[in-house]
Structures are given as C-alpha cells and as structure tokens.
C-alpha cells in the first residue's frame, strides 16, 4: 500500500481535531488545556506524518497522541495526585474504540458550524454566562456575585441557555441531515 502525502495526512488530522477536542477535555477538564493538547498534537502529526499507515485510523492515531500528552500536562501539573491506572485507560480506549470513530469525528467536525449558529441565535448575555461557565471555569457562586443575583438565578439561567442551545441545534442538525 502507499503512503500518504503530507497534504493529505495533515487533511485528515485536521478533521479529526474537534473529536481529540472534547476527548482532551475529559482528561483535562479545562479547555484552553484541551486545546493547547490538540495544538501540540498536531505538531506531532506534521513532524511524523510519513509513518501513519494508509488504511488506519487516523482518529485513534490522533487520540492516542493527545492522551500522551494529556498525561504529561496532568503529570506536570499535579506530580503528587496519582495518575489513573494503565487498567482504567485500557478500558477507556476500549469504549472510544468502540463508540468513537472516524465517522464520530466527522459528524463532530460537521456540528460545530450547527452549535455556532445557535450559540449566535442564544443572545449575549446567555452566550457570555455559558462562556464563563464552561471556558472559564467559573462556579455558581463566581457567576452569581458577577451578575449581582442568586445562585439559583444561575443555575436556572444556564439550564434555559442550555435548553435553547440544545434545542435549536437537534432542530437544525434534523434539517442539515433531511436536506442531505
């Protein structure tokens, strides 16, 4: 079989980066890290884009790259909290074999534009409450000294965000999937 030139490689790393995305974030759990992890994996991928195997999966290449370096943020950050154990990441890759392909990554690739759209329709102080929740990592009660309410007010406000989001995005993934 022949290789793959490194136009075509890096095209299919880079259609896998959204999925390694929220695969870095259930490690991590911060998405500027989560980000900064897929950067450096695609580096990786660039650096030694002659030995992937054409006929492979680029999207479990890619993923095993980003939970190495996953676990050398982790290790860096916290050298005394014990790492999981070489079992439970066994069983985790397991269940991403299993349930997270090629296919997932495109379907991810193809829902941010969707998710976008939505996010854009939500209005600005919904978006920004969203934004400093997940992005930002602010708690309840950060978010309602913030916007001088209760916390209830905020978890309320980011159920309705969530709800509208989640809503609009089935809707217009149905109607992407039904014009295809």
Not at 29 to 50: F, G, S
Not at 136 to 154: K, N, Q, T
């Amino acid at each position: 079989m022949e290789s793959l030139s490194q136009e075509r490689v890096m095209e299919q790393a880079l259609r896998c980066q959204d999925a390694c995305k929220a695969y870095a974030y259930g490690l991590l759990r911060d998405w500027h890290l989560a980000e900064d992890t897929v950067q450096e994996a695609v580096i990786v991928v660039m650096q030694k884009w002659a030995t992937f195997r054409p006929g492979t999966s680029m999207y479990a290449w890619m993923r095993t790259i980003v939970r190495n370096k996953a676990l050398q943020r982790v290790r860096a950050r916290q050298r005394n909290v014990p790492l999981p154990g070489e079992e439970l990441m066994r069983a985790v890759d397991r269940t991403l074999e299993e349930h997270f392909d090629e296919a997932f990554a495109e379907r991810q690739r193809r829902m941010l534009p969707v998710l976008q759209a939505c996010l854009a329709r939500l209005g600005a102080r919904y978006a920004r409450l969203l934004e400093r929740f997940y992005l930002d990592s602010a708690s309840y009660r950060d978010l309602a000294r913030a916007y001088r309410v209760g916390v209830e007010a905020i978890r309320k406000s980011l159920y309705r965000a969530r709800k509208a989001v989640r809503d609009c995005t089935l809707k217009r993934w149905a109607e992407l999937e039904a014009a295809e």
